[in-house]
């Protein structure tokens, strides 16, 4: 089926270690999105990229890098993980920023870390 | 300050039942773009409706209608023919200008459960 795949769906991490979330959309969409959320505080953007090649931070940015590996791709890096950082981190597309027709989400990682 | 309010945590209806979710936010721009997203216990957000602020014509998707009230900066939901499926979390989000692109503005979510 189309639309946003991530992987992996769960991660534990211990405190300093890295990783990378994986986000691929198959949708032909120029836009893409990092969001992570946690409880009672909604979803925010961490980064975002407009278009291939282009990439820009969002509102909580600190701690994480992202690369735009090609129209599909857009990976989520965590190089030194904290527990602050233990969250449910979503990728989303869209044809373009701020597309008001919505975003399409993928399911989601569940990263833990301890 | 840019903020989307939700004060239901939790709501429950019979299934075949309406229910409406509250959602009040809080913008100084005159231009967005309002939406309810549905979470099931799959985890993917799934757009469920959205709403032009310009548009005084409440959407209707189906089963789902709003109620728009733009000077009261409300947003709530209607879900008719409540079905088993219907089951998740509900959030309230707006979008609008961000730094040079666009962000979403999330509610903390409705948790409504539909009971069989």
């Known amino acids: 089926n189309a639309g946003v795949t991530q992987t992996p769906k769960f991660q534990v991490l211990k405190t300093g270690q890295s990783m990378t979330l994986q986000c691929a959309q198959d949708?032909?969409?120029?836009?893409m999105y990092w969001y992570r959320q946690d409880p009672g505080m909604g979803l925010r953007l961490i980064y975002y990229s407009a278009s291939e090649g282009t990439t820009d931070k969002g509102e909580v940015p600190n701690g994480y890098n992202v690369s735009r590996l090609n129209k599909r791709e857009f990976s989520l890096r965590l190089e030194s993980a904290a527990p602050s950082q233990t969250s449910v981190y979503f990728c989303?597309?869209?044809?373009?920023?701020?597309?008001?027709?919505?975003?399409?989400f993928g399911s989601g990682t569940r990263l833990t870390v301890v | 300050a840019q903020t989307v309010t939700q004060s239901q945590p939790e709501m429950s209806v019979q299934e075949a039942e309406t229910v409406t979710l509250s959602c009040t936010y809080d913008t100084s721009e005159s231009n967005y773009y309002l939406f309810w997203y549905k979470q099931p216990p799959s985890r993917q957000m799934i757009l469920v409706i959205r709403q032009e602020a310009y548009k005084q014509q409440n959407a209707t998707e189906n089963r789902f209608s709003v109620n728009f009230q733009k000077a009261a900066k409300s947003f709530s939901l209607k879900i008719s023919d409540s079905q088993l499926g219907d089951t998740a979390m509900y959030f309230c989000a707006f979008m609008l200008p961000f730094s040079g692109t666009y962000k979403y503005i999330f509610g903390t979510g409705t948790r409504l459960k539909v009971l069989a």
């Open positions: 949708m032909n969409h120029n836009s």
């Open positions: 989303a597309s869209s044809w373009s920023l701020g597309f008001n027709y919505g975003y399409t």
